[in-house]
C-alpha cells in the first residue's frame, strides 16, 4: 500500500508537485505518466524518502522500497554480481544471512530472470544502457520488496526486452502482491502493467482512469499524450 | 552624515566586497559543519566496516601512492641538503649536516610532504570518486537499498588514512635520510659514516612519536574532507570538479593547520 496525501513539494519557489493525492492498493501497480519535467520522478524520490517533502503525507505498507532509477544508478566500481547483491552483503540486517554460496544463486537467478545469464563479471561500462537497465532492474528487486517504484523502466530498451521487463512488472506483483509505481512514457508499458493511471500537469493531476479509460476518454490532456500531438493543453515548453 | 554614508554603501564597490566577505565566510561555515557531521556520522558506523573493502583502501592510499611520495620527499630533501651542506661544511658545522637533515626529515619533511604528496594523489581521486557516484545517483541508489552510504563509503576509506599514513611517514623518513646522505656526500663531500653519527643524535622518540600522531590526524583529515566534498557535489561534470578542486584546497589548509598546532603543543 503506498498513500499520498496532499503532497506538495516545490524546487526553488516553483511548485513541482501541488496537492497531489492518491492511494495505491497492494498487488495494484499505477502508471504515471506526464510531460518531461511534470516531476514523476521527484514523485518517487519523495515516496521512497531520497528528498524531502514540502508539506502533506506519505504513507507506505512495512517492509522495503526499491526503486529502479531512470538512469540504471550502477555501482561503477562493482561488477554486475556484487551490484545484484550489493543489499544482501552491506545492509546491517541481511550481511550475515547469506552465505557467498547462496548469494551466488541468487545473483544467477535474477539475472536468468531479466534474460542476461553468465554476466556475472562484468562491469556496468562494458554494458549497453538496456543491459544496465536489466541489471539495475535485478538488483532493485533482489530484497523482495514490498513497493516499487519504476522509473522509466522500458525506455531505451527494444521491444522485445521492454516486453520481457513488463511481463516481469506483471509476475512480481501477482507473487508478492508489491504495490508499484511505473513511470513510464510508453503506451505498450502502460498497457500491460497498469492497473491505473495517473496523468500529471503542472504539478496537478490531470487525469486518473484505467489504461482503457486513458484511450477512450474524452480528456484533452490524455487525448494529446495518446496522439503524441503538439496541439492541446499541454504547452509548457513548447513555446 | 550617516545619510550620505548609507547612500555610498548602497552603491559603492565597499558593499559588494563586504557583503562578498559574509558570503563566503558563511560558506565556510557551513563546508566546516557538513564536514563534521560527516565525521560523526563515519564515526557512527565503525562498527560495522568490510575487512576486504578496508584492505583494498589501505592498498590504494598507502601502496599506490608510494613512488610519488618518496620521491617527492627525498627530492625535497635533496634540494634542502644541497643548499646548506657545503655551506655547513665550510664554516666547520659539518658535523651537523647529519643531525640537521635528521631532526628536518622527521619532524617535518617527511609527513608533511607525504601529506601534500597524498592530498594530490589520493585525496582528488576519493573526493572525484564519490562526487561522480553523487551525481550519477549511485550514492541515491544505495539509501533506498538501506546502506547508509556514508558508512559505507566514508569508514574504510577514512581508516585506511589514519592506518596508512603513519606507514607511508615511516618509509618516507628512512628514505629521505638516506637521500640526506647520498646528497651530503655528493654536494659536500661528507662521509656517510660522519653524516649518520651525526644523524643518530638528531633522532628523539619525542619527535617520532608527534610525527605519527601527526600522521594520523593528516590521514584523518585527508581522507574525511576528500570524501565529504565529493559525497556534496551537486550538478553533473562541473560539479565533480569543483567537490575535487574544494577537497584539495581544503585537505591543504587543514593539515597545514594540524601541522601548526602540534608544532605549538609540542615544540614551543
Ligand atoms: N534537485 C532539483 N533541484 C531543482 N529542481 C529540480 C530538482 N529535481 C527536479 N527539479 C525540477 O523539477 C521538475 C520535475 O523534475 P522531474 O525529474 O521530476 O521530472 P520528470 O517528470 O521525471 O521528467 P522526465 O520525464 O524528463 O524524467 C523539473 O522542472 C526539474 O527542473
Ligand atoms: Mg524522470
Request: glycine share 8%; with cysteine; aromatic share 8%.
Amino acid at each position: 500500500m503506498i498513500k499520498v496525501q496532499n503532497l506538495t513539494k516545490a524546487f526553488n519557489g516553483k511548485k513541482v508537485l501541488d496537492d497531489i493525492s492518491f492511494e495505491i492498493k497492494s498487488g495494484e501497480t499505477l502508471a504515471l505518466v506526464g510531460f518531461s519535467g511534470s516531476g514523476k520522478s521527484t514523485m518517487l524520490k519523495l515516496i521512497c524518502g531520497l528528498i524531502e517533502k514540502d508539506s502533506g503525507d506519505i504513507t507506505t505498507s512495512d517492509g522495503d522500497i526499491a526503486m529502479v532509477f531512470q538512469y540504471s544508478a550502477l555501482f561503477d566500481s562493482l561488477n554486475v554480481a556484487d551490484n545484484i547483491s550489493f543489499a544482501l552483503r552491506e545492509r546491517r540486517d541481511l550481511r550475515d544471512k547469506y552465505s557467498p554460496d547462496e548469494i551466488k544463486k541468487i545473483v544467477a537467478e535474477k539475472l536468468e530472470l531479466v534474460g542476461l545469464k553468465g554476466i556475472e563479471d562484468k562491469f556496468p561500462s562494458e554494458l549497453s544502457g538496456g543491459m544496465q537497465k536489466r541489471v539495475s532492474f535485478a538488483r532493485a528487486i533482489v530484497t523482495e520488496p514490498n513497493s516499487i517504484l519504476y522509473d522509466e523502466p522500458t525506455s531505451g530498451l527494444d521491444p522485445i526486452s521492454s516486453t520481457l521487463i513488463e511481463d516481469y512488472i506483471v509476475r512480481l506483483k501477482d507473487e508478492t502482491k508489491a504495490s508499484s509505481i511505473v513511470v513510464t512514457h510508453q503506451m505498450s508499458t502502460i498497457q500491460r502493467t497498469a492497473d491505473r493511471v495517473i496523468m500529471l500537469y503542472d504539478g496537478k493531476i490531470v487525469f486518473e482512469g484505467t489504461p482503457h479509460q486513458m484511450l477512450k476518454s474524452g480528456n484533452d490532456y490524455t487525448k494529446q499524450f495518446v496522439n503524441a500531438s503538439l496541439k492541446g493543453p499541454m504547452t509548457m515548453g513548447l513555446g | 552624515m550617516i545619510n550620505s554614508i548609507g547612500k555610498y554603501y548602497k552603491h559603492s564597490a565597499t558593499r559588494l566586497i563586504f557583503e562578498g566577505m559574509a558570503k563566503q565566510f558563511c560558506l565556510f561555515l557551513e563546508t566546516l559543519g557538513m564536514i563534521g557531521m560527516h565525521a560523526v556520522t563515519a564515526a557512527r558506523g565503525l562498527g560495522f566496516v568490510d575487512k576486504k573493502e578496508l584492505m583494498y583502501q589501505c592498498y590504494r592510499f598507502g601502496i599506490t601512492s608510494l613512488p610519488i611520495t618518496l620521491s617527492i620527499v627525498s627530492m625535497s630533501i635533496v634540494i634542502v641538503t644541497s643548499q646548506v651542506a657545503l655551506e655547513m661544511v665550510k664554516q666547520g658545522g659539518g658535523h651537523f649536516v647529519g643531525m640537521a637533515v635528521s631532526i628536518l626529515v622527521v619532524r617535518e619533511l617527511a609527513v608533511i610532504m607525504s601529506g601534500f604528496a597524498l592530498i594530490s594523489m589520493i585525496g582528488s581521486s576519493l573526493a572525484s570518486e564519490i562526487a561522480t557516484m553523487r551525481v550519477t545517483e549511485q550514492i541515491d541508489a544505495m539509501r533506498v537499498l538501506k546502506v547508509e552510504p556514508v558508512a559505507n563509503l566514508f569508514v574504510p576509506r577514512i581508516l585506511s588514512g589514519m592506518l596508512m599514513m603513519p606507514v607511508v611517514c615511516v618509509i618516507a623518513s628512512v628514505v629521505g635520510v638516506l637521500a640526506g646522505a647520498v646528497t651530503a656526500e655528493l654536494a659536500a663531500g661528507l662521509s656517510y659514516r660522519a653524516f649518520f653519527e651525526s644523524a643518530w643524535l638528531g633522532i628523539f622518540a619525542k619527535d617520532m612519536f608527534v610525527s605519527l600522531g601527526k600522521a594520523v590526524c593528516f590521514g584523518a583529515c585527508i581522507t574525511l574532507i576528500s570524501c565529504s566534498c565529493g559525497f556534496e557535489a551537486k550538478g553533473g561534470a562541473k560539479g565533480v570538479g569543483e567537490a575535487t578542486t574544494k577537497a584539495v584546497v581544503w585537505s591543504f589548509v587543514a593539515i597545514v593547520i594540524v601541522d601548526m598546532f602540534f608544532a605549538i603543543a609540542f615544540f614551543f
